[in-house]
């Protein structure tokens, strides 16, 4: 059996700004995460705070965040993680090399923030296949008001 690869993202999507100086400006984010198992609860919610490079959408700063290993491998393989902030936003996958969007870019000032923090949280949704996931949640409505 295949050694589980933990969640990541590609380098170097351009996505995220760099200053003048070729440094990066930081975002502060505040994660928190669901529990995968019954020895994982101790911890939960695995809150973690992480500066990382300003990002242009959530989608970037989401692989962003994987870069940092912060979502757990599960044996198998087979992980799948809602992100959400106000509402859902993307689906990631143990198995899949990048998240996916659910719609359209989300811009970072749609984030939640709190304390100048943007807020974050990972699903954990159990080893069900992750297009299904995503299939299921692309297609549902979560602000009522938006519908005419």
Avoid at 67 to 73: D, G, Q, R, T
Avoid at 128 to 148: G, N
Wanted: net charge negative; with cysteine.
């Amino acid at each position: 059996m295949a050694t589980p690869r933990h969640l990541h993202a590609s380098e170097g999507d351009g996505l995220c700004r760099p200053l003048s100086n070729g440094q990066h400006a930081m975002d502060r984010v505040y994660l928190t995460r669901d529990s995968v198992a019954a020895g994982d609860d101790f911890d939960a919610p695995h809150v973690r705070q992480l500066n990382v490079p300003a990002c242009d959408t959530a989608l970037a700063l989401v692989e962003e965040i994987l870069k940092e290993h912060y979502l757990p491998n599960i044996t198998g393989g087979r992980a799948t993680w809602v992100v959400s902030s106000h509402q859902p936003f993307a689906v990631c996958a143990q198995e899949w090399p990048r998240p996916k969007e659910l719609g359209l870019p989300i811009p970072m000032t749609a984030l939640a923030t709190k304390g100048g923090d943007i807020r974050l949280h990972f699903s954990y949704i159990g080893q069900i296949e992750p297009k299904v996931v995503h299939d299921v949640l692309w297609r549902c409505t979560f602000d009522a008001a938006s519908v005419d």
